[in-house]
């Protein structure tokens, strides 16, 4: 199997040369898509919607549950079954078509050895990081294979492709994510959809800089970055680019 032609110093060359070549290529190639953004409500999430809808995309927002109002449409949604997720998309759809969806929807824990991990935390993992991706692109897939247009782009985790102690149980969900997503794009290419995965390291959230106080911010990758290089993934500006595995790790 080749080795993929995606580095961490492309990472890095997209995250500081894309602004200021690709920005206003991407402006004039996306111009009134509609993007749905899973996991939108956390600190990644957030941002993404931001700069997508700033870059005039049409943005439907999903969270769980939504307490308050923004600039896009929200809608609340489960997308831990897969009636969740069709119900998802049929609100909207309701609203126009689905050209790319970006899946934000992610947990973790760690800690444990892969001795010491109990099958609850498992299941968690797989749950949370896999089997909700799956549903989610799954869903999107039926509009999209009709259509014969799409753009997927999921967000994996350095951790997937680089093992560290006690994370056993993360790490296998997220690379179990990039070979999903690998193999959505290997189905959607010959029916116009890319499908791509953007593994961050450490995201420069609040909730992050309150779960590690002691780590130096400076090297963690801000949710700014990622979303400017998704927005570059869902555009036509992408579309000869299927199958990547990009990271995108900042100064770490």
């Known amino acids: 199997m ?20 690709e920005y206003s290529r991407v402006r004039a190639t996306i111009g009134a898509m509609g993007v749905l953004i899973t996991g939108a409500g956390g600190g990644l999430g957030s941002e993404v919607c931001r700069v997508f809808t700033e870059a005039g995309l049409q943005v439907v927002a999903v969270d769980r549950v939504w307490k308050e109002t923004h600039p896009y449409r929200t809608i609340d949604a489960d997308l831990s079954t897969a009636e969740g997720a069709a119900a998802m998309v049929e609100q909207t759809l309701a609203h126009g078509p689905i050209d790319a969806l970006i899946h934000l929807v992610g947990g973790f824990s760690g800690g444990k050895s892969i001795a010491e991990t109990d099958d609850k935390t498992w299941d968690l993992m797989m749950n949370v990081n896999l089997r909700v991706a799956v549903n989610a692109i799954r869903a999107v897939l039926i509009p999209m294979l009709e259509a014969r247009h799409g753009r997927i782009v999921a967000i994996g985790s350095r951790a997937a492709v680089e ?17 999903l997503v690998k193999n959505t794009a290997a189905e959607g290419k010959n029916f116009g959809i890319t499908a791509n995965v ?28 990622i979303a400017r290089v998704l927005l570059w993934l869902a555009s036509d500006a992408a579309s000869d680019v299927s199958g990547a595995v990009i990271p995108v790790y900042g100064g770490a």
């Open 163 to 179: 093992p560290s102690p006690n994370l056993a149980a993360y790490a296998v969900s997220k690379a179990a994510v990039v070979a």
């Open 198 to 225: 953007v593994l961050p390291s450490t995201i420069d959230t609040a909730a992050n800089r309150k779960a590690m106080p002691k780590s130096d911010f400076s090297t963690w990758v801000t949710p700014e970055s």
């Open 2 to 21: 080749g080795r993929s032609p995606w580095t961490a110093a492309t990472a890095i060359w997209l995250a500081r040369v894309f602004p200021a070549l």
